[in-house]
Structure formats: C-alpha cells, structure tokens
C-alpha cells in the first residue's frame, strides 16, 4: 500500500500540491466505489496507529463488554482496516465474517484470524453487500462512518442483513468536540498563507468534510448523527462517549479503563468524548436460524442469492439475474459493487464492473489541511 505522505511542513513539496498523485490501487478502487472517498485506502493505516496501543487495548475492551450482550452465533466485523479489532470480534464470535473495501488491509486483518474458528473474508462495499438478508447475528462497524458518503444507506444495509433483532455496534465521531478544537487549532496553525480558515467545531452545516491529504473525514454534527439513526429506525440499546484518551495530549496516559468507560456511559454526548459508540438493534428475534456460513452470499448489485458455493477452492461467476461478477479466491470472496444506474447512486455507468471502470469523481474537498496530530479514524 502506498503511503499517503507524511505531515506537511513548510517548503515540503507536498505542501504545494496537497493531492498528489493516487496510487495505482486508489485510482482502482476510486473508479468503482462512489459511494466512498477518493483516495483514503491509499493511506499508511499501521502508521496511523503507531503509538496508539493504548487507545486500541481500550477499544478492544469496550467492543469485548458490548460484544459480550449480542448473539455470537456469526458477527460480521464491517470495515476490519488493518485487523486492529479483530481480535476482539475473533473471541467472542462462534463464527467471523470480515468485510473491506481495501483487499490490502483484508490481508492485513487475515493475520490476526486463527484457525480455530469458522471465518470468512469478504472484499466488499458496505453500502451494497454481498449476503443474503438476515446473515448475520451481529455486527460491528468501528471507526468506518465518518469515511462513509451515505452512512444512511450503509445502515440500510446492514439492517437487511442482521437477522431479526440481531444486534450492532458502531462508532461515529461528531462535533462539536474536544478533538474538533484540536484539530481546528493545528489547521490554523499549519495554514499555508492565502488559504482561508474555516474549521470545523461551530460551523452550521450538519456535515462538514475534511480533508487531509488523501483521507477525507465526514464530521456531523451530534444532531445530524441522530437524524440519521433516527431516519433509519434504529433502535438505540446503549450508548457511550468514547475517545478522550485518543487525544494527543493524553496518549500516554494510563487511564483507569474501567473509570473511563463508567464516565463515558454516563456522559455520552459530553464534549469532552469525541466519539460516540453505540448499540443498536432492529426488530425483535423470530427464532429462526441462520443459514449455514456456505449460503450466505448473494450479488452485492440485485441480491440474488448464490445458493450453496465451495468455501474450500476458488471459484468466479458471474450473478444470474444481472451478470454481475463474483469470484473467490485466495479465501477471500470479491464481490465489489459501487451503485450506479438504477440505484440512483452514483456515477459508474456502463457494465458490472470488475474491478476498474467506472468514472467516479474524487469527492471535493473544502480544506486542504495536513494531517493533525489528532487521528481520528
Ligand atoms: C479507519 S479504518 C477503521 C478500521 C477498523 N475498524 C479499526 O477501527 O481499526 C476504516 C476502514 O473502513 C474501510 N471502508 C471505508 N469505506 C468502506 C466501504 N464503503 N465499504 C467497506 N469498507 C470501507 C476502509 O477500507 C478502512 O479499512
Ligand atoms: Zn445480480
């Protein structure tokens, strides 16, 4: 994987042109997925968490604790980035379903999977997933709806797949915050002269982007996070304010784990947690079971189902109904779909595609900044 740059610094070449040239996997992946950002994939995620081992053993816990209350029998991780979560999804699901728009950080979370347990990995598009409905008993998608340009549609989605009352859990982060201060504050501070300051913190829009260098960052406001969850009828079981300790002021402190979650569950919509975590559900049980891990698959374009497929050779088809491709291979089921004609969703005219094609625009950024010292994706 390419890396994204490091931070800018004054007569840095980067500085002067602060969209370089995309690798040739990000124009791949930018072609078909307009439903996603430009060219975030192309970032160095590990180094994005390099000397956050703390932040990810306190997530790894609250996923655990909130892991523990949903139905294990088959929990799909959507969005596994470089598998730092995994684990944590691996301990407690009887069987694992990981899914990526990025093959690369696929391989990556493979790592962190045993062999202990039934898993699969899926090279897929969230907004349009390759399962068939009710696949899944739970869910988690930590640290993926700020990438996302239509989270609405993802939980959509994720809705057809969980089966009735199956449980999720997600993270979002909002604004105003504590870390949209701090990111306001670096930005200000690294503004190339000429280029006007916006921030992030107070404006009024309900969504505002930010990017830097390659990775674009949706922040809605803790109102329009609501709308959405409300417009999509979820049904809020708990929720938590989360990653304060993420901060680079505080990253080497050692905070009590258990006294932070407390806080964070009291105070959810507090400031002072950037991120809000929650549990959500739709539906209520209707006791039926789950169809076995080889029949969960259908187009991720017009959701006819596979039927039964060989989960231990590879394997390509093409969908029945739309023609749309699908292979397995290296274990990793391939199956990514960017909406386009009929769905109303983007560009991508013209044929399935299989892999490049498609003609999405990189989304338009409004600011320029370097990457802060606060990461938060
Ligand atoms: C910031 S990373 C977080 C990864 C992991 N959940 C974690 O917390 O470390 C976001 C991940 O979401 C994936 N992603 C973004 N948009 C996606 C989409 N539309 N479909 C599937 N994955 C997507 C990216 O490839 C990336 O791996
Ligand atoms: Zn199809």
């Not at 294990?72 to 995994?86: H, Q, Y």
Request: aromatic share 8%; with cysteine; charged share 25%.
């Amino acid at each position: 994987m390419s890396r994204a740059g490091g931070r800018a610094r004054k007569g840095d070449e980067r500085t002067a042109d602060p969209k370089p040239e995309p690798s040739a996997l990000a124009r791949e992946v930018a072609a078909t997925v307009p439903d996603t950002l430009s060219e975030f994939w192309a970032d160095d995620f590990a180094r994005r968490w390099r000397g956050r081992d703390r932040t990810t053993a306190f997530e790894r816990t609250l996923l655990d604790r909130l892991l523990a209350k949903v139905d294990p029998a088959r929990v799909f991780e959507l969005g596994t980035g470089i598998g730092r979560l995994t684990p944590a999804f691996r301990a407690r699901a009887r069987e694992y379903v990981g899914v990526d728009l990025s093959l690369d950080l696929l391989t990556n979370a493979r790592a962190h999977l045993g062999n202990d347990r039934p898993h699969l990995l899926v090279h897929a598009n969230v907004v349009h997933l390759p399962f068939v409905a009710g696949a899944a008993s739970a869910a988690g998608l930590i640290r993926i709806y700020n990438h996302l340009t239509r989270p609405g549609a993802a939980l959509a989605e994720l809705r057809r797949i969980l089966a009735p009352g199956g449980q999720f859990v997600a993270s979002a982060s909002v604004r105003p915050s504590i870390t949209t201060l701090e990111l306001d504050l670096h930005d200000a501070l690294a503004r190339r002269a000429g280029v006007p300051f916006e921030g992030l913190t107070f404006r009024p829009e309900p969504v505002v982007e930010r990017r830097a260098h390659r990775m674009v960052v949706f922040f809605p406001t803790r109102r329009e996070l609501d709308e959405v969850l409300a417009r999509s009828e979820t049904s809020l079981l708990a929720e938590y304010g989360v990653g304060v300790n993420d901060l680079y002021l505080f990253r080497r402190v050692r905070f009590p784990v258990d006294d932070l979650m407390e806080s964070g569950r009291r105070h959810p919509r507090s400031m002072l947690f950037p991120m809000r975590w929650f549990v959500g559900r739709w539906g209520a049980p209707d006791g039926r079971p789950l169809p076995p891990l080889s029949e969960i698959f259908a187009c991720p374009r017009c959701h006819t189902p596979l039927g039964r497929v060989d989960l231990d050779s590879d394997w390509a088809i093409a969908c029945a109904t739309c023609r749309f491709p699908i292979e397995f291979r290296d274990s990793i089921l391939r199956a990514v779909w960017s909406g386009g004609p009929g769905g109303g969703e983007g560009p991508a005219p013209g044929p399935a595609p299989t892999g490049s094609g498609g003609g999405a625009s990189p989304s338009p950024g409004r600011s320029t900044a370097a990457r802060g010292p606060t990461e938060l994706i």
